[in-house]
C-alpha cells in the first residue's frame, strides 16, 4: 500500500519487512513513560563492591550476578549481564531491564527487544553474529523508571570492562540514558543524533530507545535514517584498502 506522503525511506523501510512490526502497539511499557523522581534514589549507591579492572568474562559475569552495589539489586530477579557475541564489532546499549528481560537474565527480549531485533535485521545484522547488546544498569530499575545517575554510574564499571573485552568497532547509543552515561553529557538524541561520538575511542552513534519508538512512530524514519549512519561509519572504519580507497 503506497500513500501520497511516502517518502522513499518509508518505502525501503517497508520492502525490508519492519514497517508493520514498528507499528505494533499496546506493549505494557507502552503505558505513558513514568516520570523520574530526581530525589527517590536508593539511599546509598557505592562503587562496585570489588574491582573490575583485569577481569575475564567468566569473572565479571560472576561478580555482575551477585553485585548489590545499588540498591536496584534489592528488588531484582535475575541480573541482566548482556548477551552476544563476544568480540562483536557492534555494540548496542540500552537502558537497562524491563519485566521480562528481569524474568529470563537477557537483555531486550520484550516488546522493545522485537523492534529492536527487527531494526538489526533492517541493516543485515542479528543478535549474537557480531552484536553484542548490553545496558547501563544490569538490575531492573522498579516499575521500569529510568535509572538514576547513581544507580548508573555504580554499574558503569561492568559496561566499561565489556567494552575493554569486546573491542567494539562501534557502540550505538540507543536513547538518551544509554546516550547521556556513555558521552557523559546532558544532551536530548535530537541534538546527539546524526554524528559520530566517542567513548573511549570507540566511535559512538546515538538514536532513539525502540520502546519509544514504539510510542513514538513520527520517529521512526529519523531511526532510520540512524542506522543507515551507522552502517556508513561502519564503512568508513573498514581498512581503506578494502574500500577501495586510493
Ligand atoms: N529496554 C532496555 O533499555 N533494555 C532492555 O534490555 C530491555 C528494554
Ligand atoms: Fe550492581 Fe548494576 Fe545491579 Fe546496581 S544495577 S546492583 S551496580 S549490577
Given at each position: 500500500?503506497?500513500?501520497?506522503?511516502?517518502?522513499?525511506?518509508?518505502?525501503?523501510?517497508?520492502?525490508?519487512?519492519?514497517?508493520?512490526?514498528?507499528?505494533?502497539?499496546?506493549?505494557?511499557?507502552?503505558?505513558s513513560a513514568p516520570a523520574a523522581e530526581p530525589g527517590a534514589a536508593s539511599p546509598v549507591p557505592r562503587?562496585?563492591?570489588?574491582?573490575?579492572?583485569?577481569?575475564?568474562?567468566?569473572?565479571?559475569?560472576?561478580?555482575?550476578?551477585?553485585?548489590?552495589?545499588c540498591g536496584l539489586h534489592e528488588k531484582r530477579?535475575?541480573?541482566?549481564?548482556?548477551?552476544?557475541?563476544?568480540?562483536?564489532?557492534?555494540?548496542?546499549?540500552?537502558e537497562g531491564?524491563?519485566?521480562?528481560?528481569?524474568?529470563?537474565?537477557?537483555?531486550?527480549?520484550?516488546?522493545?527487544?522485537?523492534?529492536?531485533?527487527?531494526?538489526?535485521?533492517?541493516?543485515?545484522?542479528?543478535?549474537?553474529?557480531?552484536?553484542?547488546?548490553?545496558?547501563i544498569v544490569?538490575c531492573r530499575p522498579p516499575g521500569n523508571r529510568n535509572p538514576v545517575a547513581e544507580e548508573a554510574q555504580a554499574c558503569?564499571?561492568?559496561?566499561?570492562?565489556?567494552?575493554?573485552?569486546?573491542?567494539?568497532?562501534?557502540?550505538?547509543?540507543?536513547?538518551?540514558v544509554?546516550?547521556?552515561n556513555?558521552?557523559?553529557?546532558?544532551?536530548?538524541?535530537?541534538?546527539?543524533?546524526?554524528?559520530?561520538?566517542?567513548?573511549?575511542?570507540?566511535?559512538?552513534?546515538?538514536?532513539?530507545?525502540?520502546?519509544?519508538?514504539?510510542?513514538?512512530?513520527?520517529?521512526?524514519?529519523?531511526?532510520?535514517?540512524?542506522?543507515?549512519?551507522?552502517?556508513?561509519?561502519?564503512?568508513?572504519?573498514?581498512?581503506?584498502?578494502?574500500?577501495?580507497?586510493?
Open positions: 500500500m503506497t500513500t501520497a506522503g511516502d517518502t522513499r525511506r518509508d518505502q525501503i523501510l517497508r520492502e525490508i519487512g519492519i514497517d508493520v512490526r514498528w507499528r505494533l502497539r499496546g506493549a505494557p511499557e507502552a503505558a562503587a562496585q563492591s570489588a574491582p573490575v579492572q583485569g577481569l575475564d568474562w567468566a569473572e565479571l559475569k560472576a561478580q555482575v550476578t551477585s553485585c548489590t552495589a530477579n535475575k541480573t541482566v549481564f548482556g548477551v552476544g557475541d563476544e568480540q562483536a564489532d557492534w555494540l548496542f546499549v540500552g531491564p524491563g519485566a521480562e528481560e528481569d524474568e529470563q537474565g537477557e537483555p531486550f527480549v520484550g516488546q522493545a527487544g522485537k523492534l529492536l531485533d527487527n531494526m538489526l535485521a533492517a541493516i543485515n545484522l542479528r543478535r549474537g553474529e557480531n552484536v553484542y547488546i548490553a545496558n544490569k558503569s564499571a561492568y559496561l566499561q570492562r565489556q567494552i575493554e573485552l569486546i573491542r567494539p568497532k562501534l557502540i550505538v547509543a540507543l536513547g538518551k544509554a546516550a547521556v556513555l558521552l557523559q553529557r546532558d544532551a536530548s538524541i535530537a541534538v546527539l543524533r546524526g554524528e559520530v561520538h566517542e567513548y573511549r575511542g570507540i566511535p559512538l552513534i546515538v538514536t532513539y530507545h525502540p520502546a519509544y519508538l514504539l510510542r513514538t512512530l513520527s520517529d521512526k524514519a529519523k531511526a532510520w535514517q540512524d542506522l543507515c549512519f551507522a552502517v556508513d561509519t561502519m564503512r568508513g572504519l573498514q581498512p581503506a584498502a578494502r574500500a577501495g580507497a586510493a
